[in-house]
């Protein structure tokens, strides 16, 4: 498999007209990827992923979408989605608050810390789960408060059962009301003890933040980064926020490609930050330097194969590399 290389991975056709009318650089380029998608997709038939980037075309181009024929629904579209996303927002704040009142930090986490950032992300990042991370000796405490706010695990167990496996969980997901949905962690990338090091540097690097007046933490640009490549890069693009995600913080001033490097040679997924880093380097034109970040070698290319394999976005794979993801994820 020779032929798998970091641009095998990369989005093609639909989703790939999406992300360019999310993402590239140039706004004509961007509008005419748009329009290109629209005109060859009936909206009607378009997946929950595919409403997800929707919005955020739509906030980028406002008007100058107004010549489709889709364009009052993609208005009412984004609001529908913005609407239950800030209803679900809301409804995770007074647990947010009670965890923080307790003297507990709380960092927020992808598209909740996106929105934590810049407020005006709610119109364009759907999120309606909020992910939240604790510091591991605050992971127990935070979730007896949760539970005892009515909280209740998605999985089924009971509370004192997931309670007794607390310490080797990565995170808890829990549900309250009709739209409360919070993902509580105790560890940002995983509890592998390689990792460690990064775990204490995601705190010592964290800028403060404001989620509906409550005060709490953030992951700095390049810890977001490569948590978005660590959590989402594997999953074939069942979701794309997470590029958007890349996306927006790569082009922040002062970005520190260094730092990411760093994270991303510490935790393995040189292959499939190549092959998102060159997608938006060359393909949509984003300000990203050209160095590689996997090792070079034949090797280092072999190991990289099941990451890029299960990086392709899964509506592109061929009866071959389907039945391949497929091994790759039993492994």
């Known amino acids: 498999m020779n032929f798998i290389t970091p641009k095998w991975a990369w989005p093609t056709g639909g989703l790939d007209k999406l992300l360019s009318a999310a993402v590239a650089k ?57 609407a239950k996303a800030l209803i679900a927002s809301k409804e995770v704040k007074p647990a947010i608050k009670m965890v923080v009142d307790a003297g507990i930090d709380v960092m927020l986490l992808k598209g909740a810390a996106r929105t934590a950032m810049d407020e005006s992300a709610f119109k364009t990042r759907i999120s309606y789960d909020v992910d939240l991370l604790v510091r591991p000796e605050d992971f127990e405490p935070a979730f007896q408060m949760l539970t005892s706010a009515g909280w209740t695990p998605s999985s089924g167990e009971s509370n004192l059962c997931i309670a007794r496996g607390l310490p080797g969980r990565r995170s808890v997901n829990m549900f309250s009301g009709h739209f409360g949905d919070i993902d ?45 490549i660590t959590h989402s890069g594997r999953d074939g693009h069942r979701h794309s926020d997470w590029v958007v995600d890349c996306a927006t913080y790569t082009q922040l001033e002062g970005f520190d490609w260094s730092a990411l490097r760093a994270a991303i040679q510490i935790l393995g997924q040189g292959p499939i930050a190549d092959a998102t880093f060159g ?37 592109n794979h061929t009866n071959l590399s389907r039945a391949a993801r497929w091994i790759v994820k039993q492994l």
């Open 26 to 82: 140039d706004y004509d380029t961007g509008l005419g990827a748009a329009k290109a998608w629209f005109a060859t997709t009936d909206i009607d038939h378009a997946s929950h992923a595919e409403h997800r980037l929707l919005a955020a075309v739509s906030h980028r181009y406002g008007s100058d979408l107004s010549d489709l024929a889709e364009y009052p629904r993609l208005q009412g579209m984004q609001r529908m989605l913005w």
């Open 279 to 315: 997608y938006l380097r060359d393909k949509q034109g984003l300000s990203v330097p050209a160095r590689p970040f996997s090792d070079p070698g034949l090797a280092a290319t072999v190991r990289g194969i099941p990451d890029l394999i299960q990086a392709k976005p899964r509506a």
């Open 184 to 228: 509580l962690h105790q560890f940002g990338y995983g509890s592998d003890g390689a990792v460690s090091g990064l775990e204490q540097c995601i705190w010592d690097t964290a800028p403060k933040a404001t989620y509906f007046d409550v005060p709490v933490l953030i992951p700095c640009p390049e810890h977001a980064v490569a948590m978005a």
